[in-house]
C-alpha cells in the first residue's frame, strides 16, 4: 500500500530561480497538507486542501508561496522566487475527513530543498 | 488548535517503560489527543490517538485522564530504535489559530541508550 509520495527528495538551487515541489496523497484520502520543517520554527502549518479545495492558505508566509491541487492525486507547492531562508524540508501529509483531528495524517518523507 | 506542554527531552535505557506526559489545559469537547513520532530525514509518523480514558494498539497505549487537561505515552520496553522525537496534537489540525503558528509544537526528543 503505496504512501504519500514527494518528490524531489532533495533539490538545490540558485536564489530567484523557480522551485516546484510535488505531493501524491494516498488514494482515497481527501485532505491534504503542506508543512515546512526548520531548526528555528519546527514544524509549521502552511496550507490544507480537502476535496482539492484550499481550505486556509494563511500559513503561508508570502505571495512568493502558492500551492495547487488540481485532482485529488496531485498537488504542487510553488515558489518564485526562490530566496536562502525558504531552505527547509517540506513535508506533504494526507488524511480522511476534514483534518478534524480525528483522523490521523500520513507524511510523506519530505523535500529537503537548499537556496544558495 | 489546543496548546501543548511536552518536555523538551527525555532519556532512557532499552528494555525499559518510557513515559511522556503532555498537557493541553485548554482542550475542546470534540478534540482528539494525537501522537506522532519522527526520526531524522523522515516524516512524522502516527502512533496513537484517543478521546478519553485508555487505549491501546501493538506499539503503544495511551492513557488520558476524566479531565482530559492531560495524556501520557508509554512506550513498553523501548529498544534503541525507538530514539525520536514525538510529538503531541490536540484537536482541529485543520483550523489556524495564528499564520504560520508551529502546530506541531517542539515535541520531546527521546534518547534510548544501550
Known amino acids: 500500500d503505496a504512501g504519500v509520495i514527494q518528490s524531489p527528495r532533495h533539490e538545490v538551487t540558485e536564489m530567484g530561480q523557480e522551485v516546484t515541489l510535488r505531493c501524491k496523497p494516498i488514494?482515497?484520502?481527501?485532505?491534504l497538507f503542506w508543512y515546512r520543517q526548520t531548526m528555528m520554527r519546527g514544524l509549521e502549518l502552511l496550507i490544507y486542501?480537502?476535496?482539492?479545495?484550499?481550505?486556509?492558505d494563511s500559513g503561508m508566509p508570502e505571495d512568493r508561496f502558492s500551492a495547487k491541487m488540481p485532482n485529488a492525486s496531485f498537488s504542487t507547492l510553488k515558489i518564485q522566487p526562490s530566496e536562502p531562508r525558504d531552505s527547509a524540508v517540506y513535508f506533504c501529509?494526507?488524511?480522511f475527513g476534514f483534518g478534524r483531528g480525528d483522523q490521523p495524517q500520513h507524511f510523506g518523507d519530505g523535500t529537503r530543498l537548499s537556496i544558495l | 488548535l489546543a496548546k501543548t506542554t511536552q518536555p523538551i527531552s527525555m532519556d532512557s535505557y532499552e528494555g525499559q517503560e518510557v513515559n511522556i506526559t503532555c498537557s493541553h489545559n485548554n482542550i475542546a469537547t470534540n478534540d482528539y489527543i494525537t501522537w506522532y513520532q519522527q526520526f531524522p530525514s523522515q516524516g512524522p509518523r502516527f502512533i496513537i490517538q484517543?478521546?478519553?480514558t485508555k487505549v491501546t494498539n501493538e506499539v503503544a497505549s495511551l492513557f488520558i485522564p476524566a479531565d482530559r487537561k492531560s495524556s501520557t505515552l508509554s512506550l513498553p520496553r523501548v529498544s534503541l530504535s525507538d530514539t525520536a522525537v514525538y510529538y503531541c496534537?490536540?484537536?482541529?489540525?485543520?483550523?489556524?489559530?495564528?499564520?504560520?503558528?508551529?502546530?506541531f509544537g517542539d515535541g520531546t526528543t527521546l534518547t534510548v541508550k544501550p
Open positions: 496534537l490536540v484537536g482541529d489540525i485543520g483550523a489556524f489559530d495564528n499564520a504560520g503558528k508551529s502546530t
Open positions: 488514494s482515497g484520502h481527501n485532505s
Open positions: 486542501f480537502n476535496n482539492n479545495v484550499p481550505i486556509d
Open positions: 501529509a494526507s488524511s
Open positions: 484517543g478521546y478519553k
